[in-house]
């Protein structure tokens, strides 16, 4: 297999391969764009089937990231690493101080912080081995803690501006959301949710958060594949990416899509199928940014020897309500789909040339 020739090389700087037979570390670490900034974008810990879902994932999810930091004025550029293997299971502290030499090895172009099947405490790891490392304690000062809280803050944000432009309410209360993925961000997103009056219907592959959810925000659970079926107003995809493909958008009912996860589009032209379907998605790496905000404050807190602003924080995730609503109106005015609208202001600001970005 070419990894240059795949369809979503899409012009990386540099992509590493690690192997450590002394803890089993198998990890990819990719390196999009440095334009704007060092390429951070957090790690995560997945059973892949095989090499080539890795590859694909860690490629897809690094080129976000250089789309979420531009189109978020951040300065800072993409990248991403994933290890192959299951969290739950494989994970040791030697495993994820080997991730940390790994990181290291590339001397700052790439900093690391958490994703899926990762935590707090596997930066810790890291930390011993690479000053490289976001998402610390927030006991350290300049540490954030876990960006996920941040994260579904900026989602509930961006999920009410899409409601406004798309359902002219201002008020959630009694709004049908399905929420998919009730983990570290689908379950803050509920509880915000549900203080708001939200009906909610989730769903997750384990039971245990499914439970609380019913039992601490009155919500009513389907099964995993049913999701898609919800009489709901919004759905915000918090799972994996790949949600929204052509099985699943002829299911859909909401008028609005606003979530969490990452590439949330199995494939670019279902941005198209849903503005054919009057579907307003509020593109995944807009209204994601709040984790990626917070790393940076704890990131230039850190470097500049400060204590990391949690207010300052907050108010710059607010305003991920203007972006997505720029992104609309942008979309609007060109004729084309959210997701097009927001890969052209990424681009003009991390200076990628309009021929290239057709041609990829
Ligand atoms: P997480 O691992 O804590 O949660 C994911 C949840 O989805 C888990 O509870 C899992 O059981 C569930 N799930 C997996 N497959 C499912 C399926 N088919 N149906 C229903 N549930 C399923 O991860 P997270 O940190 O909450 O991140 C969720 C998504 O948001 C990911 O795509 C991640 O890349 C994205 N994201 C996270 C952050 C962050 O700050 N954590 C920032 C930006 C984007």
Same mark, same amino acid.
């Given at each position: 297999?070419?990894?240059?020739?795949?369809?979503?090389?899409?012009?990386?700087?540099?992509?590493?391969?690690?192997?450590?037979?002394?803890?089993?570390?198998?990890?990819?670490?990719?390196?999009?764009?440095?334009?704007?900034?060092?390429?951070?974008?957090?790690?995560?810990?997945?059973?892949?089937?095989?090499?080539?879902?890795?590859?694909?994932?860690?490629?897809?999810?690094?080129?976000?990231?250089?789309?979420?930091?531009?189109?978020?004025?951040?300065?800072?550029?993409?990248?991403?690493?994933?290890?192959?293997?299951?969290?739950?299971?494989?994970?040791?502290?030697?495993?994820?101080?080997?991730?940390?030499?790994?990181?290291?090895?590339?001397?700052?172009?790439?900093?690391?912080?958490?994703?899926?099947?990762?935590?707090?405490?596997?930066?810790?790891?890291?930390?011993?081995?690479?000053?490289?490392?976001?998402?610390?304690?927030?006991?350290?000062?300049?540490?954030?803690?876990?960006?996920?809280?941040?994260?579904?803050?900026?989602?509930?944000?961006?999920?009410?501006?899409?409601?406004?432009?798309?359902?002219?309410?201002?008020?959630?209360?009694?709004?049908?959301?399905?929420?998919?993925?009730?983990?570290?961000?689908?379950?803050?997103?509920?509880?915000?949710?549900? +203080?708001?009056? $939200?009906?909610?219907?989730?769903?997750?592959?384990? *039971?245990?958060? =499914?439970? %609380? @959810?019913? &039992?601490?925000?009155?919500?009513?659970?389907?099964?995993?594949?049913?999701?898609?079926?919800?009489?709901?107003?919004?759905?915000?995809?918090?799972?994996?990416?790949?949600?929204?493909?052509?099985?699943?958008?002829?299911?859909?009912?909401?008028?609005?899509?606003?979530?969490?996860?990452?590439?949330?589009?199995?494939?670019?032209?279902?941005?198209?199928?849903?503005?054919?379907?009057?579907?307003?998605?509020?593109?995944?790496?807009?209204?994601?940014?709040?984790?990626?905000?917070?790393?940076?404050?704890?990131?230039?807190?850190?470097?500049?020897?400060?204590?990391?602003?949690?207010?300052?924080?907050?108010?710059?995730?607010?305003?991920? +309500?203007?972006? $997505?609503?720029?992104?609309?109106?942008?979309?609007? *005015?060109?004729? =084309?789909? %959210? @997701?097009? &609208?927001?890969?052209?202001?990424?681009?003009?600001?991390?200076?990628?040339?309009?021929?290239?970005?057709?041609?990829?």
């Amino acid at each position: 297999m070419s990894v240059f020739d795949l369809r979503d090389f899409d012009q990386h700087e540099q992509v590493s391969f690690f192997n450590d037979p002394e803890t089993g570390l198998k990890a990819i670490i990719a390196v999009h764009n440095t334009h704007l900034g060092p390429a951070l974008g957090g790690c995560r810990m997945w059973a892949y089937e095989n090499e080539e879902q890795a590859i694909t994932d860690v490629l897809r999810l690094s080129r976000g990231m250089t789309y979420k930091a531009a189109i978020t004025g951040l300065p800072l550029g993409g990248g991403k690493s994933v290890i192959i293997g299951d969290a739950r299971r494989d994970k040791t502290p030697e495993l994820m101080r080997a991730m940390g030499r790994a990181v290291n090895a590339l001397r700052g172009r790439y900093i690391v912080a958490e994703d899926v099947g990762m935590s707090v405490d596997d930066m810790v790891q890291i930390s011993k081995e690479t000053r490289h490392v976001l998402g610390l304690p927030s006991e350290n000062g300049s540490g954030g803690g876990d960006p996920s809280p941040v994260t579904a803050f900026g989602v509930y944000t961006g999920l009410k501006a899409a409601v406004k432009h798309r359902l002219n309410r201002d008020d959630i209360a009694g709004l049908r959301v399905a929420v998919q993925g009730l983990g570290n961000v689908g379950y803050n997103l509920c509880k915000l949710l549900a +203080a708001d009056g $939200v009906v909610l219907t989730v769903t997750d592959v384990h *039971q245990d958060r =499914v439970k %609380t @959810a019913i &039992a601490e925000l009155g919500a009513t659970a389907v099964p995993p594949e049913n999701i898609y079926d919800a009489e709901v107003d919004v759905f915000a995809p918090c799972a994996l990416g790949g949600a929204i493909n052509d099985g699943t958008i002829a299911r859909i009912k909401a008028d609005v899509i606003s979530g969490a996860a990452n590439n949330q589009l199995a494939e670019a032209r279902h941005g198209d199928v849903l503005r054919e379907k009057n579907v307003l998605y509020a593109p995944d790496y807009v209204i994601n940014a709040g984790g990626l905000i917070a790393v940076h404050y704890e990131y230039r807190a850190r470097s500049a020897g400060e204590t990391y602003d949690r207010d300052a924080v907050m108010a710059h995730v607010a305003r991920i +309500a203007e972006t $997505v609503e720029s992104v609309f109106q942008r979309a609007a *005015q060109e004729a =084309v789909s %959210t @997701a097009v &609208a927001a890969d052209r202001i990424a681009e003009q600001r991390f200076g990628r040339a309009p021929a290239a970005s057709q041609a990829a």
